[in-house]
């Protein structure tokens, strides 16, 4: 069946760095994503959504991108902090599939 | 209620037997879901009710695993004979309506020894 995927596992940056991390999904008729946060021990944290009509959207420190030509999404993270250090996941809302996710380390 | 909660926090059985796992969704949304999360991965959809009934049940492994949610508000995911498989984390999410923004507790770690 048709999932999400993320491209890297594991990503560490140093503090003060912009952060991306990558997500592939395979439906085309997907149309609305939402990228999540989740810390250790707690359920996933809404970071920001994007629907397919759009390709980009901005939100506090946080950007998400969306190309639907190769079916891409990505979210950035400017000026990375430590606590920002958890796993992202991102998820296709309507087939309610999350991808596996990317560990960000972020370094003092 | 102010977020989605989730009893209890923890649970340790024994294999064979039979589990309830609770669920109260923010007050007011309509669609409630039941993800399983192993260690290291991603959360992995079993069932998704709008109001009482179930609209998606597909993700449910096998026939030991049933949920209900009798008023459309609280639910209750129960599994039965118990396997050592099943341990995860089992979360909960709600949403205003079906493809909205869905809401986490969070979770229950069920431990099957």
């Known amino acids: 069946g048709e999932s999400v995927g993320l491209h890297l596992p594991t990503l560490s940056v140093q503090e003060g760095d912009n952060s991306i991390i990558n997500c592939a999904y395979s439906?085309?008729?997907?149309?609305?994503f939402i990228w999540y946060k989740q810390e250790s021990g707690k359920g996933p944290q809404f970071i920001i959504d994007i629907r397919s009509n759009m390709d980009k959207r901005q939100g506090q420190r946080v950007t998400v991108l969306l190309n639907k030509t190769v079916k891409h999404l990505s979210l950035q993270i400017a000026a990375t902090q430590p606590g920002d250090s958890a796993v992202y996941f991102c998820a296709e809302i309507n087939d309610m599939r999350f991808g596996a996710g990317t560990r960000l380390t972020v370094k003092p | 209620g102010a977020g989605v909660s989730q009893t209890p926090s923890n649970k340790v059985t024994e294999k064979g037997k039979y589990v309830e796992l609770r669920c109260d969704p923010i007050s007011g949304h309509t669609a409630l879901y039941w993800y399983r999360q192993s260690l290291g991965q991603g959360p992995e959809f079993l069932i998704y009710f709008q109001g009482t009934g179930a609209a998606d049940d597909s993700g449910l492994p096998n026939d030991r695993f049933f949920a209900v949610r009798p008023e459309g508000s609280v639910s209750t995911l129960k599994i039965q004979r118990t396997e050592r498989g099943d341990s995860a984390v089992y979360l909960c999410a709600s949403s205003l309506r079906q493809g909205d923004e869905q809401f986490f507790g969070p979770g229950t770690r069920l431990t099957v020894l």
């Open positions: 439906n085309s008729a997907s149309d609305y």
